[in-house]
């Protein structure tokens, strides 16, 4: 998908209106017929695109029908002192009803900017093809401030040919012994290349193999740079990605933290719901035909599916996709020069107020349990509760009316802002990507368990200088998306200065579709 840099970030802040009409329609996006939203007859929908200190407002008009509602979240944005406008459910507001209609209206911070995507926030729409990107660009006085004026973004994920309500209700029974559905396709700005061979009988499908001819192109300059935004919009499966006969740089991770780093080959991995910015430059000894590849992680998907190929090659430059057909390589090759996002480093130090001392500490321990009570059934607990929304917003209740099901610390009091040391532990085989609403915040440490231990950290019992692995102090990372290593955990510290109803959730859809919220 094009990107306008130059428009935006040389203008003045400005309002920016939609009008989205979201239904349901027959698509093919990998070749394979299945039932995706759309807005205003589009999948995946617009692209919403601005600058720091943007209006935007949204009308939603839900004409969809049975009782199928709908909400819009805005994926990273800080949505300082638009905590209503957030898009929760369960949280924030109520499904917008079928044949009603719904205003978003918020304001971009000044100081924010960077790559996130708009996606629902109701039930399992996002699975199903109810997302979007939204870029906000980054203000300049003149055209020639901005370094690369070439950008695309690409809105990556794993792809189910199955609506998503059969996935979770294959994952949340006994059957799935909690091990994740494994996809069976990928998709990149809704374009995806199927194999129909490899459909198995048991899941017949509807399936019409994907011409190149009209395969959109990914990039489309075969010289100089292109800064390539990439948000992995999947459910399930973190991304590894290359290009032939080019190289690619991360300069920014998330909403807009800059980074440190050196051009490679490939890299990764890119969790659901993470965004990074990679500046791609061909070589010179750049292929004929240069493909773009991309690569599933396997830690999530524990059990085989014939029918996917972890390993997806898309046409890299216009002159692809004119050139021989071919089919997804069978291995993407990990050279020398592959980048580990994980080992990334930000290029300024935060703020006195982001390094100043935690004041308040909040232990989360998250994991995926087969409970004999529950029918040996996967339910996802933050410590012990597992989240169901109630009928309505938490928001919109007395404390008094909050079940079980919701667990919900409170942090700070009055109106000053707090700052907060927040440490999830994953007791799980599999990473947890935790994502935080409202907030950004920086990783302090991330440790996986090496083999048998588990990389559990309680910081009412051990001190930061006594706890395993390193502790990043100096220019960590700012995210609102971070993976929880398998057996592992992570220390995130953030300010809390924006007032309001926040979700801390899971981004696999059938981990936050069993509770880990
Ligand atoms: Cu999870």
Redesign the pocket.
């Known amino acids: 998908i094009p990107l306008h840099p130059t428009e935006h970030s040389t203008r003045d802040p400005t309002t920016l209106t939609f009008d989205w009409h979201v239904t349901l329609g027959t698509r093919a996006p990998d070749g394979v017929e299945k039932q995706v939203y759309l807005i205003n007859g589009q999948f995946p929908g617009p692209t919403i695109e601005g600058r720091s200190g943007d209006r935007i407002i949204v009308r939603v008009h839900n004409d969809l029908k049975d009782d199928d509602g709908v909400s819009l979240h805005w994926h990273g944005l800080r949505m300082q002192g638009f905590n209503a406008m957030d898009g929760a459910v369960g949280f924030t507001q109520c499904p917008i009803p079928a044949g009603s209609s719904f205003v978003y209206d918020f304001r971009i911070r000044d100081d924010e900017h960077g790559t996130f995507w708009w996606h629902s926030h109701s039930q399992l729409q996002r699975a199903d093809g109810l997302f979007g990107g939204l870029v906000i660009h980054e203000p300049r006085r003149h055209k020639s401030d901005i370094a690369v004026q070439e950008e695309a973004l690409l809105l990556i994920g794993d792809w189910f040919h199955r609506k998503h309500s059969d996935v979770l209700d294959w994952y949340s029974s006994p059957a799935s012994a909690g091990n994740e559905p494994v996809p069976d396709s990928m998709v990149i700005n809704g374009r995806g290349r199927y194999d129909c061979s490899m459909a198995v009988p048991a899941r017949p499908v509807q399936c019409k193999k994907t011409s190149l001819s009209n395969f959109p192109p990914i990039i489309r300059k075969s010289v100089g740079e292109t800064l390539l935004r990439v948000v992995n919009t999947g459910t399930i499966a973190g991304l590894t990605l290359g290009v032939d006969g080019a190289s690619l740089q991360p300069t920014q991770v998330d909403g807009g933290c800059k980074v440190d780093s050196k051009p490679a080959d490939s890299v990764g991995i890119l969790y659901p719901g993470e965004r990074v910015d990679l500046l791609l430059k061909w070589r010179s000894d750049q292929a004929a035909e240069p493909w773009f590849n991309v690569y599933l992680d396997h830690e999530?998907l524990r059990f085989g599916n014939p029918a996917l190929n972890p390993n997806h090659t898309f046409p890299a430059l216009p002159k692809t996709v004119t050139a021989h057909d071919r089919d997804h390589a069978s291995l993407l090759k990990f050279s020398s020069s592959h980048l580990d996002l994980a080992t990334l480093t930000a290029t300024h130090e935060p703020s006195p107020i982001v390094t100043a001392e935690e004041e308040q500490t909040i232990l989360f321990y998250?994991s995926?349990q087969k409970l004999a009570v529950h029918g040996n059934k996967p339910i996802?607990f933050v410590n012990h509760t597992a989240w169901q929304p109630q009928s309505l917003p938490l928001l919109s209740q007395n404390r008094s009316s909050w079940d079980d099901n919701q667990l919900i610390p409170f942090i700070g009091s009055g109106s000053k802002p707090t700052k907060v040391k927040l440490v999830i532990n994953n007791l799980?085989d599999?990473?947890?990507?935790?994502h935080l609403h409202g907030h950004s915040f920086h990783v302090l440490s991330s440790i996986k368990a090496d083999k048998a231990k588990l990389g559990t950290y309680n910081p009412f019992e051990t001190s930061e200088s006594d706890s395993l692995g390193h502790w990043q102090r100096e220019k960590p990372l700012r995210k609102d998306t971070v993976s929880v290593p398998r057996r592992g955990h992570v220390v995130l510290s953030f300010v809390a200065d924006n007032p309001g109803m926040w979700m801390l959730h899971?981004?696999?859809l059938?981990?936050?579709g069993t509770g880990?919220a």
């Not at 599999?430 to 935790?434: D, E």
């Open positions: 999530n998250v995926t996802g799980d599999g990473s947890h990507p935790f899971c981004h696999m059938v981990h936050l880990m």
